[in-house]
């Protein structure tokens, strides 16, 4: 009997590791997301700077009762006005440093760093 129960346990304890690897590896995919969303809020980009990695897929979604625009200084991407709830996504596939500008209201500028 005490065999048996050594057994059982065994296996309970595999089954707990394994499942505390999974939730690990959840955890570290979860903090490197594929996306990022930057919040346009009170006339303002939030976060106004952002590093991500090639690949990643930025969002902005405006969340004022004013339209605004995304359009990086490069001319990398535009958007165009954004009403209230409304999105525009732009994947980046390459390392650099990307300004971007409210073609609407100049003094709200952002970065995106992608390293």
């Known amino acids: 009997m005490k065999n048996r129960s050594m057994h059982g346990m065994r296996s309970w ?7 505390l690897a999974l939730l690990s590896v959840a955890a570290t995919a979860a903090e490197s997301p594929n996306s990022v969303v930057v919040e346009i809020r009170d006339f303002a980009f939030v976060p106004a700077t952002l ?8 969002t902005w979604k405006n969340f004022d009762d004013e339209p605004h625009s995304v359009v ?3 001319g990398t991407f535009r958007s165009g006005a954004l009403d209230t709830n409304e999105s525009f996504s732009y994947t980046f596939s390459k390392a650099g440093t990307f300004r971007f500008v409210c073609s ?6 952002g970065v995106v760093r992608v390293e």
């Open 13 to 19: 304890v595999r089954i707990t590791v394994g499942a």
């Open 51 to 58: 590093a991500v990695h090639p690949g990643t897929t930025v």
């Open 72 to 74: 990086s200084d490069a």
């Open 104 to 109: 609407l209201h100049s003094h709200m500028t």
